[in-house]
């Protein structure tokens, strides 16, 4: 690692190096061409100035020839003597050698006498014609020095009347152009159109064998694409150039310009090695800067270098300690941004350690998301929480669920900041603590507390707190409602006293149980009798114990009202339990005492003259089977299970039932069928809690048999054995008033007898009845074993089909009726005939009820009596 820091400072030196060379490179290349085109342009500047200056100088003589000249001609009467005065002292103030005046035929003088012909000179001509001018190079008369002639006419009314000029040395023009510029390096020529030099610049290096400028093309070499050719069409057509050239191995740049005056030009020219020179000083200043930036370049890394070494060496250490910190967090932390996607930009080891995936499982596997990572069922919960809170703080605190790679769930408490970065973005900086554990001790907590409170709400217990300093009590309880308690009372131990929630009996005791726990005992028990919301007393045991301060001074009292109704109930009831027995002892043949808690026999007391042949033991439910299977009668056994079966035994006591009464027969151990009563008992032990179950066996045979005889008469017609009126009315509508009778057929028959009067008349009450008897067993005979039949009247019979298969079955059984009731009966003198004539009526078409059904069938039967009797109809609509 340190190798790689090393090496890329190392390729980040040389960068700079590299970077710094071509920097400098760049800045001297730069530098070179802008003072190269600096000094080009300072020449050709230079050339224009000399140009100028020239031009300035030359038109300055011309003005002045022209002013003389006008003083000349503008002077009437002035003598020659006065003119040639003049010209004299002219010449002597002015920079012009001389100073000439001519006549018209080219006869010029000067101040001094002399006289001379310049007739055929061109500036004489030209001035002549009217134009002031400057002549060409020529020698001076006077030294042989070269010349030039400024020639101005002389007018005199309009007219040109002679010419006033005057000669100047060229030598005297150096002066405008010596090269003050480039430390007089430079050089400068003035020559004509046709190439012949006016004049050079004395400090340069001219050559003086160079006296046209085709001798200068001579000397020197230019690139290919320029020649002389080229540099006297420029001249020709009034052009400024510039030149690039070698002279005598040297290179060097030229300008020319033209003058403006007579076609002269101004070639102005300097060494390149000057301003390589220039260049060569600026280059030097630039290395010298650049070494120096170098050097505090360098130095300013190897601060740096060193800071930041310390820098890391710190960083390490505090990211040592924070990650040592954030790994020892049962968690981790994350950061994340914020927008459309809270993307993880940093998740610690202890994140990574804690939800069991990796960086890269987390990237592809849950899209690198914050909320994916979290239990789906929570998504949206802690979407809106975190919305909510950050509208109030920037510290969000949330708590949810995640399922690790193993697939168990963790909780954790995420507390997270919102902080802007400095790249100007906000980013969540998360904490994250695995509260898994205590989620579970808290749920755990729950659920005790819950089980305490479903606890007491499925009894009237009531936990409340005693404070010792105000006398007050807390009630914690929902079931104090059922005490008519408020939550808070103040006074407490006098509020139950004088509301009457503490029975009179009970208040001395009540009052001493809270004054033995204010003098110190650490626990007090007691039991009391305490009045619910309905004004009913109820046993309460109150368990008091004592919370102590440092000094060991009691402050405070946790209390416990115990509902114990029912196990006082238990005692009294068991107490009474005891009582009975003693007494049952004496009438029932045997006593059992069972442990339904247990399923066992616990006890039994049988007499001995008994003949019940059994003596249980063992289990409860395995000797019932044995009993009913034996000794039960059958028509007995269903009822007898329904009662005394383990499973129903105990459905019964939870259902609120404490005793079982059941008659019912049995064979003795003779195969002699008894009636016998059994009556349990059941109640809770208050000892052990366990249901218990006393049973009392009497004989009640004797009893029982006369109840079924007197049962038998009362119900029974006495003179055909038959049911009587009121019994069969009420056998038919306690059968009509069953559910599952609606979802079938049954039939209602009325038959009555058929002159039947004629046979108590004529044969006596007693044939009658013999009668009655006889068409009583023809019922009993023709009609099943569960339809009703009884005897309604004198002569008039009921008969209640169940369950009739169709309309044909009924009409058979009536025709079957009629067969058999029809009979003749012979006295002393005639005989008489017997007959039944029968209505009936269909339930449900024709009725539900007893008397719906009463009345149809009735009233067919006297039809059917109308009709010619010996007959049946069945009710319709239309009868």
């Known amino acids: 690692m340190k190798n790689k820091k090393f090496i890329g400072y190392a390729l980040g030196l040389i960068f700079i190096c590299v970077f710094v060379m071509f920097s400098l490179w760049d800045f001297t290349y730069n530098v070179n061409s802008l003072v190269e085109k600096s000094k080009k342009m300072h020449l050709e500047e230079l050339s224009l100035q000399s140009s ?33 005065k003049l010209l004299n002292d002219v010449s002597k103030e002015s920079d012009f050698e001389k100073i000439y005046i001519a006549c018209p035929d080219g006869t010029a003088y000067t101040g001094d ?11 004489f001509k030209k001035a002549m014609k009217g134009e002031s001018n400057i002549s060409e190079i020529i020698k001076s008369s006077v030294n042989n020095e070269n010349s030039f002639i400024v020639a101005s006419p002389m007018y005199k009314n309009g007219k040109v009347i002679g010419v006033l000029y005057g000669s100047y040395y060229t030598s005297k023009l150096s002066e405008f152009i010596d090269v003050t510029s480039f430390n ?44 002389y050719k080229n540099f006297i069409e420029d001249i020709s057509n009034k052009k400024s150039g510039f030149l690039e050239y070698k002279f005598k191995g040297k290179e060097e740049y030229a300008t020319y310009t033209p003058v403006g005056i007579n076609d002269w030009y101004v070639l102005s020219f300097i060494p390149k090695a000057l301003i390589v020179k220039e260049i060569s000083k600026i280059n030097k200043l630039a290395i010298l800067l650049t070494t120096k930036n170098f050097i505090a370049l360098s130095i300013l890394i190897l601060i740096v270098f060193y800071k930041e070494k310390k ?71 802690v979407k809106n929480e975190f919305a909510l809170q950050i509208l109030e703080s920037k510290v969000v605190e949330i708590e949810y669920r995640m399922i690790t790679k193993s697939g168990n769930f963790v909780w954790v408490v995420n507390k997270c900041e919102l902080i802007k970065d400095s790249d100007g973005k906000e980013y969540f900086y998360c904490v994250l603590v695995d509260v898994t554990d205590l989620k579970k001790v808290e749920e755990e907590l729950k659920i005790n507390e819950e089980r305490l409170r479903i606890a007491l709400s499925k009894t ?46 009970f208040v001395d005791v009540f009052k001493e149980s809270f004054n033995k726990m204010e003098k110190g005992e650490e626990s007090v028990v007691s039991v009391i009798k305490t009045r619910l919301v309905n004004g009913k007393y109820i046993w309460n045991r109150m368990t008091l114990t004592n919370l102590f301060n440092g000094a060991e001074i009691p402050i405070r009292a ?114 002699k069928i008894l009636w016998e009563l059994c009556t349990m008992h059941l109640l809770k032990d208050p000892q052990s809690n366990q249901l218990k179950g006393f049973a009392y066996i009497k004989d009640i045979d004797k009893q029982k048999k006369e109840e079924i005889e007197l049962k038998f008469k009362a119900e029974r017609d006495i003179l055909t054995g038959i049911y009587n009126k009121g019994t069969t009315e009420t056998l038919i509508k306690r059968f009509l008033s069953l559910d599952r009778v609606k979802e079938s057929s049954h039939a209602f028959f009325i038959i009555d007898l058929d002159d039947f009067k004629a046979i108590n008349d004529n044969l006596g009450h007693v044939f009658g009845d013999k009668v009655l008897v006889e068409v009583s067993k023809k019922l009993t005979s023709i009609f099943r074993e569960d339809d009703i039949i009884g005897r309604i009247g004198g002569d008039e019979f009921v008969v209640f089909i169940k369950n009739m298969k169709n309309i044909k079955f009924i009409e058979n059984k009536a025709i079957e009726l009629c067969n058999a009731f029809r009979n003749y009966y012979t006295g002393e003198n005639k005989s008489y005939k017997v007959s039944c004539s029968i209505g009936i009526s269909i339930m449900p078409n024709h009725g539900t009820t007893f008397i719906e059904l009463y009345e149809k069938a009735d009233k067919v039967l006297y039809h059917s009596k109308n009709q010619g009797k010996d007959r049946f109809i069945i009710f319709n609509d239309s009868i």
Not at 113 to 123: A, E, F, M
Not at 475 to 485: E, F, H, K, T
């Open 184 to 227: 007089g390096e430079g050089s400068t020529y003035i020559f004509e159109k046709s190439g012949n030099l006016v004049l050079k610049s004395t400090p340069g290096e001219t050559d003086d064998t160079i006296n046209n400028v085709s001798d200068f093309f001579d000397f020197i070499y230019v690139r290919e694409d320029y020649s």
């Open 311 to 381: 820098s890391k060496e710190k960083l390490v250490k505090a990211n040592l300690e924070i990650s040592s910190l954030t790994n020892n967090i049962p968690g981790g932390v994350f950061k994340c941004s914020v927008g459309e996607k809270y993307e993880f930009v940093f998740l610690s080891d202890g994140f990574i350690n804690l939800f069991e995936y990796t960086k890269e499982e987390i990237k592809y596997m849950f899209n690198n998301n914050f909320y994916d990572v979290i239990y789906k069922d929570d998504v949206d919960r």
């Open 52 to 84: 100028n200056t020239i031009n300035v100088k030359l038109n300055s003589l011309t003005k002045f020839i022209n002013s003389i000249s006008k003083i000349i001609s503008e002077s009437e009467g002035m003598k020659k003597e006065d003119i040639m």
């Open 558 to 671: 946790i209390g416990l009202l115990e509902d114990i109704n029912e196990q006082k109930k238990a005692e009294m009831q068991y107490n009474q339990e005891e009582q009975y027995r003693k007494a049952m002892l004496s009438e029932a043949i045997a006593i059992y005492e069972i442990n339904f808690s247990q399923d066992k026999f616990i006890s039994s007391n049988i007499k001995s003259d008994n003949n019940l042949g059994l003596r249980p033991a063992g289990k409860y439910s395995e000797v019932m089977e044995a009993i009913v299977a034996d000794i039960v009668f059958i028509s007995d056994r269903e009822n007898f299970k329904k009662v005394f079966y383990y499973e129903n035994v105990l459905d019964s006591y939870n259902k609120g039932v404490n005793e079982l009464k059941l008659e019912y027969r049995r064979y003795d151990i003779n195969g």
């Open 460 to 505: 009237s217990n009531i936990v409340f707190d005693y404070y010792m300093h105000t006398k007050s009590i807390h009630v914690s309880s929902d079931v104090s409602l059922i005490y008519g308690l408020q939550k808070n009372i103040e006074n407490g131990i006098e509020y139950f006293i004088d509301s009457g929630t503490i029975h009179p009996d």
């Open 113 to 123: 006498g002399k006289v001379y012909n310049i007739s055929q000179h061109s500036y």
